[in-house]
Each structure stands twice: as structure tokens, then as C-alpha cells.
């Protein structure tokens, strides 16, 4: 039993450059979060899916797409990387009273 | 709106007992959560509370919660060096889907 599990650990991008964050769980939640943590911040909602087939923003959505591929799994893209984008990301899923986090991923966007 | 506020920092030494703050605004919040990030790590599950309850108590953490001043509290006993890290308080609201997190107390535990 994995629970969350986030790929990459660690990126580096170039302005401009696009790629796509991968989340998998294997709890079968129905929720899956995307959060981004930045110093002195906190955990912010970029956006969630409460059940497969649906997606919502949330605080800070801009710059960002998401897919809920299957009810496994919940991507994070970046079309278009800018260096604000720079942040650990964090995917998590929920089911009821419990939320379990992935380990991370660290962007770095120069 | 949906606010979590927590102090920044917390400064304690080994054997004293810890008492992290946190203040909610939502009065519809069904849980309330304390999470523990260490260093280069993800968000750690310590303990949650459901708003009808007053206190819960897990070996050395005891939570309490004022419902009616919106006040949440992780009380850490004996704290050790091992607990030096950041504890996020976080509330589920009713209506919310998500959970809104506060920026994170950072406890420092000297010996």
C-alpha cells in the first residue's frame, strides 16, 4: 500500500518550458487535491477534484490545468512555466475524516 | 470567508511541554486537523478533532477545542528534539470540499 505517490521529486524548468505533475493513490478516495507550498505561505489550493470526471478551482488556479484521469489518478500541468511557479507541490486525496499527502515535488523554474 | 490563522513561531526546551495556537473563522467547520512537516518532507496526519468534541487526547498530544471563540490547540507533553518541525492546523468545512490550511507554526526544541 503506496498511498500518495508524486512524480517527480524534483524538477528544474526554463521559463516557458511545460510539463505535467503525476499523482497517484491507491486508497480509492473519491478527492484529490493539489496544493502549493511557498515560504511563510502555508499549503494553498491550486485545485481539486471531489470524484473522477470533476474538477474545481481553487485559490490560486492561475497558470495551471489539472486532469482526473481515472479515480487513481489527478495530473498538474504547466503549460507555460514562469518563475512564480517555483514551489513545492503537493497532491493529496480525502476520504472522509482523512487527508494523506504525497512527499512532494520540488519545481524550480529559471 | 474561510481563514486559518496560526502563530509563526515557537521556541521551547526539551522536557517542557508545547502549546501551538490556532484560530478558525469558519463556524461550519466539521474537523479540524494538526499536521507535522519535517525538513525536505511531506505533511504528516498527527491528530484530528470533530466540532462536536471538546478535547482529544493521543499519548503525549491532547487538543483542544472552543468551539465558540473558533480556537483550536495542539499541547505537545515532554516535548523532544524530534519534534522541531513545522505544525499546520487545517479545518474541513461543511460546505468546503477541500482543506484550508493556516501558514504553519515552526517549533524549535533546544536541549
Known amino acids: 500500500n503506496a498511498g500518495v505517490t508524486q512524480t517527480p521529486k524534483f524538477q528544474v524548468l526554463k521559463t516557458g518550458q511545460s510539463m505535467t505533475l503525476q499523482c497517484a493513490q491507491d486508497m480509492n478516495h473519491n478527492s484529490m487535491y493539489w496544493y502549493r507550498q511557498d515560504p511563510g505561505m502555508g499549503l494553498r489550493l491550486i485545485y481539486y477534484?471531489?470524484?473522477?470526471?470533476?474538477?474545481d478551482k481553487g485559490e490560486v488556479p492561475n497558470g495551471y490545468n489539472v486532469s482526473r484521469l481515472n479515480k487513481r489518478e489527478f495530473s498538474l500541468r504547466l503549460e507555460s512555466a514562469a518563475p512564480s511557479q517555483t514551489s513545492v507541490y503537493f497532491c493529496?486525496?480525502?476520504?472522509?475524516?482523512?487527508?494523506?499527502f504525497g512527499q512532494g515535488t520540488r519545481l524550480t523554474v529559471v | 470567508g474561510e481563514d486559518v490563522e496560526q502563530s509563526l513561531f515557537l521556541s521551547v526546551r526539551e522536557g517542557d511541554s508545547s502549546v501551538i495556537n490556532c484560530t478558525y473563522t469558519d463556524s461550519s467547520s466539521t474537523y479540524l486537523y494538526w499536521y507535522k512537516q519535517e525538513p525536505g518532507a511531506g505533511l504528516q496526519l498527527l491528530t484530528y478533532i470533530f466540532s462536536n468534541m471538546d478535547m482529544k487526547q493521543d499519548q503525549r498530544l491532547t487538543v483542544l477545542l472552543n468551539k465558540k471563540d473558533k480556537h483550536l490547540s495542539l499541547r505537545i507533553a515532554d516535548t523532544q528534539t524530534g519534534d522541531s518541525a513545522i505544525y499546520f492546523c487545517a479545518e474541513k468545512t461543511q460546505a468546503g470540499t477541500a482543506l484550508i490550511f493556516g501558514k504553519g507554526t515552526t517549533l524549535s526544541v533546544s536541549s
Open positions: 493529496a486525496s480525502l476520504m472522509n475524516t482523512e487527508a494523506f
Open positions: 477534484s471531489a470524484s473522477e470526471g470533476t474538477t
